[in-house]
Nanobody, 114 residues
Framework: VQLQASGGGSVQSGGSLGLSCVAS????????MAWYRQAPGKQRELVAS???????TYADSVKGRFTISRDNAKNTVYLQMNSLEPEDTAVYYC?????????WGQGTQVTVSS
């Protein structure tokens, strides 16, 4: 499974950005998909996940501001980020759970200025 992420960029505090991640390869092995992020000097953390059936989970820090969704027909997972804060600045990675090792995208930078 290969994951190709796009989106991200720079925005001022309070702004919005959207991320997309397209899966290719052995997509039938994919279960839940998720977005993680890693800020400088910090560990990678789970931001949000969405199961095959659509059930979602969110980190407390992004609840009410971020929305994860997936389009199985397009093999794509999305992350809509609203009301962004400087603390959301990080490299964002898409992730796919599968039989065997997780698949990871290449990471995309999100920078929020105050």
């Amino acid at each position: 499974v290969q994951l190709q992420a796009s989106g991200g960029g720079s925005v001022q505090s309070g702004g919005s950005l959207g991320l997309s991640c397209v899966a290719s390869g052995n997509i039938f092995s994919i279960g839940a998909m998720a977005w993680y992020r890693q800020a400088p000097g910090k560990q990678r953390e789970l931001v949000a996940s969405v199961a095959n059936g659509g059930r979602t989970t969110y980190a407390d820090s992004v609840k009410g501001r971020f929305t994860i969704s997936r389009d199985n027909a397009k093999n794509t997972v999305y992350l809509q980020m609203n009301s962004l804060e400087p603390e959301d600045t990080a490299v964002y990675y898409c992730n796919a759970k599968r039989i065997g090792p997780d698949a990871w995208g290449q990471g995309t930078q999100v920078t929020v200025s105050s």
